[in-house]
């Protein structure tokens, strides 16, 4: 059976019944996560994450051999996508193919929050080889 997790945000906020907000760990300040459409709700190939990076956090400068899809919700920021920096807004779609370095960046005086679909981690071997991660700088 689907699941529905019913928007519970208010005044800028942006919560979803049943979906905790978890840090993103240390290495990472400034930054939460809502995992929603994931194993936890039965889904096998694919998670639907929403991250907020407070103004001016960033996410990893990092490459992988998945690909994800990113949709821009809430303020403004920079995506670095190989060497180059492009300013995103709210609504503006980011496709990240499979190993390209790339990295989220809130302004200083924004919150950036984004939707973020990737394949299930489980996925991810099978169709890229085993998973890899790097961090740069």
Same mark, same amino acid.
Not at 5 to 27: A, K, M, N
Not at 41 to 49: A, I, Q, T
Not at 85 to 99: C, H
């Given at each position: 059976?689907?699941?529905?997790?019913?928007?519970?945000?208010?005044?800028?906020?942006?919560?979803?019944?049943?979906?905790?907000?978890?840090?993103?760990?240390?290495?990472?300040?400034?930054?939460?996560?809502?995992?929603? &459409? @994931?194993?936890? %709700?039965?889904?096998?190939?694919?998670?639907?994450?929403?991250? #907020?990076?407070?103004? *001016?956090?960033? +996410?990893?400068?990092?490459?992988?051999?998945?690909?994800h899809a990113v949709l821009v919700l809430?303020?403004?920021?920079?995506?670095?996508?190989?060497?180059?920096?492009?300013? &995103? @807004?709210?609504? %503006?779609?980011?496709?990240?193919?499979?190993?390209?370095?790339? #990295?989220?960046?809130? *302004?200083?005086? +924004?919150?950036?929050?984004?939707?973020?679909?990737?394949?299930?981690?489980?996925?991810?071997?099978?169709?890229?080889?085993?998973?890899?991660?790097?961090?740069?700088?």
């Open positions: 059976m689907g699941v529905i997790h019913r928007f519970t945000g208010h005044e800028g906020g942006w919560d979803w019944d049943g979906v905790p907000v978890e840090d993103y760990g240390p290495e990472r300040p400034g930054i939460t996560v809502r995992r929603f &459409i @994931s194993r936890r %709700d039965n889904s096998c190939n694919l998670e639907l994450r929403y991250f #907020e990076l407070e103004p *001016a956090a960033h +996410s990893n400068w990092e490459r992988h051999n998945y690909e809430r303020g403004h920021g920079t995506v670095r996508l190989g060497d180059q920096f492009f300013p &995103i @807004s709210t609504g %503006d779609a980011i496709f990240v193919p499979a190993d390209e370095v790339h #990295e989220f960046i809130a *302004a200083p005086d +924004s919150v950036l929050g984004f939707m973020c679909a990737v394949l299930d981690k489980e996925l991810r071997p099978k169709v890229h080889g085993e998973q890899t991660l790097t961090v740069f700088g």
